[in-house]
């Protein structure tokens, strides 16, 4: 049985960091490549960044390139989202996910919430102004 479960979200001021982790269970996971998703309220869920399999290529979207950092842990089976420079617009519930790796396909679907298999529970982070 899959699990991907996150920590690490909590209250914060503008300006400040946070570090959120993602572990995973009954999965290969050195064979699965990550990604971060969060979704405030009343607002669809969106991609934050991404990580291939080898954790040698990352993905980031817009609005978070430059502040946060994506990383893996394939020894401890751990997926890590690094967020500086946090802003009140970054508030929402923050998701990992997993798909196995294939072929050339990531590149092109990373951002897709339909391209990931699993799952996690999903942490609250809260920025205040």
């Not at 049985?1 to 996971?29: D, I, K, M, N, P």
Request: proline fraction near 2%.
């Amino acid at each position: 049985q899959v699990q991907l479960v996150e920590s690490g979200g909590e209250l914060v001021q503008a300006g400040g960091s946070l570090r959120l982790s993602c572990t995973a269970s009954g999965l290969t996971f050195s064979n699965y490549n990550m990604g971060w998703f969060r979704q405030a309220p009343g607002k669809e869920r969106e991609i934050v960044a991404a990580i291939m399999w080898s954790g040698t290529i990352t993905y980031y979207s817009d609005s978070v390139k430059g502040r946060f950092a994506i990383s893996k842990d394939n020894a401890r089976s751990l997926t890590y989202l690094q967020m500086n420079s946090l802003k009140p617009e970054d508030t929402g519930v923050y998701y990992c996910a997993a798909v196995a790796w294939s072929v050339g396909s990531f590149g092109r679907r990373w951002s897709r919430p339909s391209e990931y298999r699993y799952w996690g529970q999903g942490t609250q982070v809260t920025v205040s102004s």
